[in-house]
């Protein structure tokens, strides 16, 4: 088979999906090149770009490495904006280089629909971009800060309300983060929440139609009861710096008007020369080829392709399956099979109105409030599956439910990390005073260290040597096990019977071991020689566990280790009540409570990166092809 070049333009949805796929079918195939194209060195996850604008999230919660996402593939890397398409000679143009293809995937999305109103493009603020939601929530961090200083009355009510134009998915979504934001942003520039007015502008008679009326009809109501302005059947027909104009005459003054009231396709596609159709999305035959061109494909926002009248919808759901029917039939025309007819398969829509309110219908369950919001979590994890990302879907958990702030989390504030830990170093200290006790009483033995530590005077009994019955050097079985009846030395020892003062232990908390949990053990535990050896081994774990978590070195880890170690001994029967309270200790030590006075201030961070590093590669902000290995390189390419 002669070798075959695959290039995909844009790392949207659609694009990631596709390559992924693709990389995954030809990874062993040296004949198959893969070469993704993108302006941006990141995948954005745009259903979440409200989240960033409104300050739910910190902007790099939505922002996704490429290098990472496909860490060690075949698919090289190119950062790289696209101008031209040589379909004579099958070539991608870029700014920096050239690019053959024997199959071409095109995936670049869509840009914002001003309808050629007036002013648009210059006083409103779109959000299809990174960069927009960033541009966006600066501009509106600034605006009420300046607005707090503001004597005149009417420029100041002007500079506070935020107006919205569209009551689709993103502008619904939009509004709904603003109105769980302004209470923060009140209180920061100290103004009362009242004072921040937010309006929902829709050109026809109803808001959300990609819902049905019931589930639309709750997101309105509950809007409305939060104060939230809705006009419907209100074209804007002109925009100016500090007003907007309405088709009724009505003008409403504001310095904010976010303009999410559609999409077209993307302007860098009209060089191309392919037939285009509404927005200009170009058009595809059933294969999602362009329309008269072989093995160039046309996925996500792009593609214009009717199913039962209907184009092809506009969400992230659809942008998936192109990509896929697209990769699938790439690899069916390299391979000799037959290609497959895209038809969509949609499990239903979901909105968001701020992060504790939403509405959705999935596969016919109706779903409001926190349940919805909910439900989009679990949509959104396992988006990350499907790209083979679990680095990215546990900073998506970190982001979602750990690191936000005024209770904009579907949990309110109760998984929020960011509360000061420095009231658990007391408690970290009392832990892993609790295991170094464990283990000084085992390695000195549990006579000596109790005669020892039974009044100051006695201390110094620790000096004259460890006692007989200490673990580091007994022969004995000083586990409470039935079936461990000899030692290594021969003489019959009966478990837990010991004459050398074996450790006694507190009435348990199980009065004997579970079934299934001693069958575990005899399989650990098969005999003597292995039970001691594991004893002495718990003399150094013990010890490792109570002076990493005095010293706030690995805490989670060691603090995790901690709560199973004593389900272990609960479990086993070797545990009273009098040593409950370390099992819950344990767990609240869990809350990153080494990150004050501690070591994993310093060493969390360090280990991050290292291994961050180590695994993924440096990221970076251009990425560019090896043309001689196929595997991307590890600095900027220069003069591409």
């Known amino acids: 088979m002669s070798n ?150 009417a420029k100041r009510k002007a500079m506070l309300t935020f107006a919205v134009c569209g009551s689709g998915f993103t502008g619904v979504e939009m509004i709904g983060e603003l109105l769980e934001w302004k209470r923060e942003l009140a209180a920061i520039n100290k103004l009362d929440e009242s004072d921040i007015s937010l309006i929902l502008v829709e050109a026809v008679p109803t808001i959300l139609n990609m819902l049905d009326r019931k589930d639309a009809g709750k997101a309105e109501h509950y809007m409305v009861k939060k104060g939230i302005r809705i006009l419907t059947s209100s074209p804007i027909v002109k925009v100016e710096a500090d007003r907007i104009v309405l088709k009724s005459g009505e003008e409403i003054p504001t310095y904010t008007l976010i303009w999410t009231a559609g999409v077209r396709a993307n302007s860098d596609v009209k060089p191309f020369g392919l037939a285009s159709a509404k927005a200009g999305r170009l058009k595809v035959n059933p294969y999602l080829e362009a329309e008269g061109m072989e093995n160039i494909y046309v996925v996500g926002d792009l593609a214009y392709h009717e199913e039962d009248g209907k184009p092809v919808p506009q969400i992230v759901e659809a942008a998936e399956q192109t990509g896929g029917t697209a990769a699938k039939n790439i690899i069916a025309s390299i391979n000799g099979g037959e290609k497959t007819a895209y038809h969509g398969k949609y499990h239903g829509v979901m909105v968001s109105i701020g992060a504790r309110f939403g509405v959705a219908n999935l596969m016919g369950w109706r779903l409001s409030s926190w349940f919805a919001n909910f439900m989009k979590h679990v949509v959104n994890l396992y988006y990350f599956l499907c790209i083979h990302s679990g680095y990215y879907m546990f900073h998506y958990i970190m982001h979602e439910f750990f690191h936000t702030k005024y209770k904009r989390n579907i949990f309110r504030n109760w998984s929020a990390r960011y509360g000061n830990v420095l009231w658990s170093v007391p408690l970290r200290v009392v832990v892993g005073g609790f295991w170094l006790t464990e283990a000084f009483a085992k390695i000195w033995g549990e006579a000596t260290w109790k005669e020892a530590t039974s009044s100051w005077s006695k201390v110094h009994l620790l000096f004259n040597g460890i006692g007989k019955d200490s673990w580091l050097t007994s022969d004995t079985v000083k586990m409470p096990f039935d079936w461990l009846q000899t030692t290594t030395t021969g003489a019959s020892q009966a478990a837990g019977s010991s ?91 869990m809350n990153g409570s080494g990150r004050t006075i501690g070591l994993d201030y310093w060493v969390v961070p360090f280990l991050q990166k290292f291994f961050g590093r180590l695994w993924y590669g440096k990221s970076q902000s251009v990425y560019g092809p090896d043309q001689n290995t196929g595997s991307h390189t590890d600095t900027a390419s220069r003069g591409m």
């Open 4 to 153: 075959k070049n695959i290039v995909i333009i844009g790392a949207g949805y659609a694009g990631v999906h596709a390559t992924k796929k693709l990389a995954k079918a030809f990874k062993k195939d040296d004949s198959v090149t893969i070469t993704l194209i993108d302006r941006h060195s990141y995948h954005t996850m745009m259903t979440e770009l409200h989240e960033v604008a409104a300050h739910r999230v910190e902007p790099d919660a939505i922002q996704f490495d490429l290098r990472k996402l496909f860490r060690k593939s075949k698919v090289r890397l190119v950062t790289d904006s696209v101008r031209q398409l040589d379909r004579d000679k099958k070539t991608v143009i870029t700014d920096h280089g050239a690019y053959p293809y024997d199959y071409l995937i095109l995936g670049i999305g869509g840009e914002p629909n001003d309808f050629g109103i007036p002013g648009v493009k210059e006083h409103g603020f779109t959000l299809l971009s990174w960069e927009d939601a960033v541009k966006l929530r600066r501009h509106i961090e600034e605006t009420v800060r300046k607005a707090a200083t503001v004597h005149d009355e």
């Open 499 to 589: 004459s050398d003062a074996a450790t006694q232990w507190a009435a348990p908390i199980f009065s004997k071991m579970p079934g299934w949990f001693e069958w575990i053990m005899k399989i650990l535990l098969p005999n003597a020689d292995v039970a001691i050896f594991m004893q002495k081994m718990m003399l150094f774990i013990e010890l490792g566990i109570g002076l990493a978590i005095l010293a706030g070195l690995l805490t989670w880890i060691c603090s995790a280790a901690s709560a199973g170690f004593l389900v272990v001994f609960i479990l086993s029967a070797m545990m009273g009540w009098d040593k409950f309270w370390a099992l819950p200790a344990s767990i609240a030590l």
